[in-house]
Nanobody, 118 residues
Framework: VQLQASGGGLVQAGGSLKLSCAAS????????MGWYRQAAGYQRDLVAT???????NYADSVKGRFTISRDNAKNTVYLQMNRLKPEDTAVYYC?????????????WGQGTLVTVSS
């Protein structure tokens, strides 16, 4: 199973970006998908997650500005980021908790850089 993320880039403060992450590979089912981010010199932190039932969870710092969604038919998760701030600058990583047969695994995408200029 691979997670392929896309959509990062450079944007001015107050602008918007949308990240996408698609899971592909052999037979599997996706339980939870989400996004984490890691700014230079900092640890990787949770941004948002969405489970099979559509329940979402957000970091306090992005509530009201970011929206996570998923397309189960495409095994794809999206992160719509609005009203971006310079402190949102980080490498964003897609994360998936994926079931293959009777086992559950964690997968990470390759990361996509989001840079917000002031």
């Amino acid at each position: 199973v691979q997670l392929q993320a896309s959509g990062g880039g450079l944007v001015q403060a107050g602008g918007s970006l949308k990240l996408s992450c698609a899971a592909s590979g052999s037979t599997f089912s996706v339980n939870v998908m989400g996004w984490y981010r890691q700014a230079a010199g900092y640890q990787r932190d949770l941004v948002a997650t969405v489970d099979n039932d559509g329940r979402v969870n957000y970091a306090d710092s992005v509530k009201g500005r970011f929206t996570i969604s998923r397309d189960n038919a495409k095994n794809t998760v999206y992160l719509q980021m609005n009203r971006l701030k310079p402190e949102d600058t980080a490498v964003y990583y897609c994360h998936g908790i994926i079931q293959i047969d009777h086992y559950t695994y964690q997968y990470w995408g390759q990361g996509t850089l989001v840079t917000v200029s002031s």
